[in-house]
């Protein structure tokens, strides 16, 4: 069955490190996307791809990157981790052949900056 | 700018009672809505889409465009309703989410 998912499930890491989260999807989507989810604040969006080579900036990108090297996969690098950055990060993806907002989630990835 | 509303953090009802989850957001173009949910130890999910005017598990939701609403119902509700629920408005392939509302239903 295809599916999406990300590793680690949890990450401790200290201030100032650089950290990369991995999504991985089987679906063969072309659009894939980076969120972070706080109380309060519920999901924001951090970067999004359309495709290949493709990536933007969403909502709140600063601190972080992403780069897509082919289809299946969208890392998420941290380059220099702050304890602002501690935060559940869910990674998505949906079909971009249509114009479809049903976007299919991973598991998430518990990160905590000390 | 495009934002979601979700003016209640949590929503506490007793099982059988009616729920209403509420969603407002502001959009200059014409809005397409969502409603997403997290049960415990599950993924986030699709729940429905106002497109399709359908009821999923009971709940529908109506978009009023003269309100800029679009809450979520369901007549009487049940234990296994207990989630995180998501209001989204979708634009350009993306969403913008609401900060979300934790329904729990007592028995």
């Known amino acids: 069955d295809a599916e999406i998912t990300q590793s680690p499930r949890h990450k401790i890491t200290e201030t100032g490190r650089q950290v990369t989260l991995a999504c991985h999807q089987t679906w063969n989507h072309n659009n894939m996307f980076w969120y972070r989810q706080d109380l309060g604040h519920g999901l924001r969006l951090i970067h999004y791809s359309y495709g290949v080579h493709d990536t933007n900036k969403g909502e709140v990108s600063d601190g972080y990157s992403v780069s897509r090297s082919n289809t299946e996969d969208l890392p998420l690098t941290l380059e220099s981790a702050a304890s602002s950055q501690t935060s559940v990060y869910f990674c998505?993806?949906?079909?971009?052949?249509?114009?479809?907002?049903?976007?299919?989630f991973g598991p998430g990835t518990r990160l905590t900056v000390t | 700018a495009q934002r979601v509303t979700q003016p209640e953090k949590l929503l506490s009802v007793f099982k059988g009672a009616p729920v209403e989850l509420k969603c407002n957001y502001s959009y200059s173009g014409s809005p397409e809505l969502f409603w997403y949910v997290q049960y415990s130890r599950q993924r986030l999910q699709l729940l429905l889409r106002?497109?399709s005017r359908e009821s999923i598990k009971g709940f529908t939701a109506d978009l009023n465009k003269g309100e800029t609403s679009f809450h979520l119902k369901k007549p009487f509700a049940q234990e296994e309703d207990s989630a995180m629920y998501y209001c989204?408005?979708?634009?350009?392939?993306?969403?913008?989410f609401g900060a979300g509302t934790i329904l729990r239903v007592k028995s």
């Open positions: 998505a993806s949906s079909d971009g052949a249509v114009l479809t907002y049903e976007q299919y």
């Open positions: 989204a408005l979708g634009y350009g392939n993306k969403l913008v």
């Open positions: 106002h497109i």
